[in-house]
T-cell receptor, first 112, second 113 residues
Framework: DGGITQSPKYLFRKEGQNVTLSCEQNLNHDAMYWYRQDPGQGLRLIYYSQIVNDFQKGDIAEGYSVSREKKESFPLTVTSAQKNPTAFYLC???????????FGSGTRLTVV | AQSVSQHNHHVILSEAASLELGCNYSYGGTVNLFWYVQYPGQHLQLLLKYFSGDPLVKGIKGFEAEFIKSKFSFNLRKPSVQWSDTAEYFCAVNGGNTGKLIFGQGTTLQVKP
């Protein structure tokens, strides 16, 4: 079945460590997105990529980095510069702005 | 810049009650509008979308939404809710060429059996 796989589902890290969240899609979608979901704040866009080897900052990119070396993969690194990294992270992809996104199941990151 | 506002943060209804969740957006150009639902422990799923044509759109599970351009609104409705509709609902909009979706804050719906 086609879809988006995010791994791991739960991730724990110590403060000050960088951590990379995986996102893989087999939908042949060109565009991929990373969102952060916090209670009462909805989903906020971190980074997005419309084609391979290109990506743009979203609304809350500070403290995060991404790469898009392959069409299928769009990993997100949460760096030690992110001041409040504990959150639920969602990856999505799309091929047509008219049809919305397909979402992954998310990664819950807890930094202690 | 685009923005989306959902008026109700937490709604509690009894089964069979009617539902209307408000959504307003700010964007001056042509927009595509979406409602997503997140059931407990599940992926975000598309409920319905509007991008052109009939402003009254029907989605899955008996939901519908009406696009009122003059009011910049895209309210979600369901005539009779069920306990299984308990979930978080997100309104989203995209405009321009980027395809990126801007989401509202979300509304948590709790349906009492």
């Amino acid at each position: 079945d086609g879809g988006i796989t995010q791994s791991p589902k739960y991730l724990f890290r110590k403060e000050g460590q960088n951590v990379t969240l995986s996102c893989e899609q087999n939908l042949n979608h060109d565009a991929m997105y990373w969102y952060r979901q916090d209670p009462g704040q909805g989903l906020r866009l971190i980074y997005y990529s419309q084609i391979v080897n290109d990506f743009q900052k979203g609304d809350i990119a500070e403290g995060y980095s991404v790469s898009r070396e392959k069409k299928e993969s769009f990993p997100l690194t949460v760096t030690s510069a992110q001041k409040n990294p504990t959150a639920f992270y969602l990856c999505a992809s799309s091929n047509d702005r008219n049809y919305g996104y397909t979402f992954g199941s998310g990664t819950r990151l807890t930094v202690v | 810049a685009q923005s989306v506002s959902q008026h109700n943060h937490h709604v509690i209804l009894s089964e069979a009650a009617s539902l209307e969740l408000g959504c307003n957006y700010s964007y001056g150009g042509t927009v595509n509008l979406f409602w997503y639902v997140q059931y407990p422990g599940q992926h975000l799923q598309l409920l319905l979308k509007y991008f052109s044509g009939d402003p009254l759109v029907k989605g899955i599970k008996g939901f519908e939404a009406e696009f009122i351009k003059s009011k910049f609104s895209f309210n979600l409705r369901k005539p009779s809710v069920q306990w299984s509709d308990t979930a978080e609902y997100f309104c989203a909009v995209n405009g321009g060429n980027t395809g990126k979706l801007i989401f509202g804050q979300g509304t948590t719906l709790q349906v009492k059996p």
